[in-house]
């Protein structure tokens, strides 16, 4: 118990008690080793490594002290990491989520706020190694591919301008009808990581007979895996018809190589389910016009478009991934079901050109649609000078394919099934909620 003789003691004594609060409000403030490490290390450091895509190494607190506002600044407006699906909206649950939850968010905020301390070292967690962009991803779950596919090689060329590669292969290496289970595309590593944008390996066959896309990329979506029991047939003969955007900034290299690795069901073995991959739904130049014909931004405007698409028969839907270039802003899609109800089953809010993100859903909430449902895409794109990527407000926009342009389409993982395995479906994922109500 402290005795106080005098007045000059009582007021030392308080400012002792002040100095002693403060510094445990400061050691409660998040601090880089122990509370902000951990958050990069998980989701940044992947691409933010000297090797990676991101423009910065993020690994050390030498490297993340100088960009600590511009990362508060970034995550707290949720454009890095780059996942740019409404949370506020639709399905919220994806095999690839790679966001940000609420509370690493304030945490980064309230460390940027007290001054972005160190803490102390020894409380930096274990470094992870990362793994290497010349692995193929899946094969941790799957193994090595069965079969690896190359576009020939291509002179990439460091002006910042846009590249078209469209080279025609010949595909070999299967000698009978297959049913592909997984594709990844792989640029090459690490000069195809930064330079190729995005790009598609299409198998054309040679009895003329339906194009499979094999796989489809952007930065941010490399792989398509089908669920068990459902594949897309990949005839024996053909050729590969390659269409790979390159572009640039700052670096080059000879005879770039991009892989796509294939994933087959056992020879003979035909899945219940057969998929389309990847389908277009487009959001342009419907009801008879030309494609991208209703694209005409004006300056300093916005516009909005909608495409609606009737489902002949029923689908489960496995991913969405909108396409719009600099000015697209937003991309909704609803169903709108034969009773009626209507719901939004993922709006990306915050698009960006940079980035071709497939969301990927979880089985369990994969939209289950009837036959007649109507899937409807909203597209609106801002050409004010308030979007940041927007590269002249002064310009009227039309379709093109420059990122200067504009689209307008959504990429859908999609497949058809018949009315039998709807019945089964929707049964089955009545049973699922049921146990989770139980539980
Ligand atoms: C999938 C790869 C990837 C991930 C994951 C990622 N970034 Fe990035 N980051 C990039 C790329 C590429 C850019 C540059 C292009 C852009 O801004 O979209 C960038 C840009 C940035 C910038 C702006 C740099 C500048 O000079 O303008 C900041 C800040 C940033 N990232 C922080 C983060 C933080 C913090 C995380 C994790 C919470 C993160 N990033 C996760 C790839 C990534």
């Not at 070999?172 to 598609?200: M, W």
Request: net charge negative; aromatic share 10%; glycine share 8%.
């Amino acid at each position: 118990m402290i005795q106080l003789k005098n007045l000059t003691q009582l007021c030392l004594s308080i400012y002792v008690i002040a100095a002693f609060s403060a510094q445990s409000l400061a050691q409660e403030a998040p601090n880089y080793s122990k509370d902000v490490a951990p958050i990069l290390q998980e989701k940044c450091a992947a691409c933010h490594n000297p090797e990676g895509i991101g423009p910065m190494p993020l690994l050390t607190y030498q490297q993340v002290q100088p960009f600590a506002a511009l990362i508060h600044d970034r995550t707290s407006k949720r454009i890095m990491p780059p996942w740019h699906v409404d949370p506020g909206i639709g399905i919220q649950s994806f095999k690839n989520d790679a966001s940000l939850s609420n509370a690493e968010i304030d945490t980064i905020e309230a460390w940027v706020e007290a001054g972005a301390p160190e803490g102390n070292p020894a409380d930096l967690p274990t470094p992870i190694t990362f793994p290497s962009g010349a692995e193929w991803q899946l094969a941790d779950q799957l193994g090595p591919p069965d079969l690896i596919i190359k576009s020939s090689p291509f002179d990439v060329i460091a002006n910042g301008q846009d590249q078209w590669w469209t080279p025609s292969v010949p595909f070999a290496g299967l000698d009978q009808e297959r049913f592909l289970k997984a594709a990844e595309f792989k640029p090459s590593y690490p000069l195809g990581k930064k330079v190729v944008h995005h790009g598609h390996a299409v198998l054309v066959p040679e009895d003329g007979g339906r194009q499979v896309a094999l796989a489809r990329y952007g930065v941010g979506k490399s792989w398509e895996m089908f669920p068990e029991g459902t594949g897309m047939r990949v005839p024996a003969n053909g050729n590969i018809a390659w269409n790979l955007h390159y572009f640039p900034v700052g670096a080059e290299g000879d005879d770039d190589v991009v892989e796509v690795g294939l994933w087959f069901y056992p020879e003979g073995q035909q899945p219940e389910r057969e998929t389309v991959g990847e389908a277009m739904f487009r959001v342009d130049g419907l009801k008879g016009m030309a494609r991208g014909q209703d694209i005409v931004i004006p300056p300093h405007g916005y516009q909005v478009l909608q495409g609606t698409h009737r489902l002949d028969a029923p689908a489960v839907i496995h991913s969405y991934r909108p396409h719009l270039h600099m000015r697209g802003k937003v991309m909704t899609m609803e169903a709108i079901l034969p009773n009626g109800d209507k719901e939004v089953l993922s709006q990306v809010n915050k698009y960006d050109h940079n980035w071709q993100i497939a969301y990927i859903y979880e089985d369990d909430v994969k939209p289950l649609l009837p036959t007649g449902t109507i899937l409807q895409f909203t597209s609106v794109f801002d050409n004010t000078a308030n979007n940041p990527i927007n590269p002249d407000p002064e310009q009227w926009v039309v379709f093109g394919r420059r990122g200067v342009d504009e689209m307008s389409h959504a990429w859908v993982g999609i497949t058809y099934i018949n009315e039998e395995q709807y019945t089964q479906a929707v049964a089955e994922r009545r049973a699922q909620q049921e146990t989770l109500r139980i539980q």
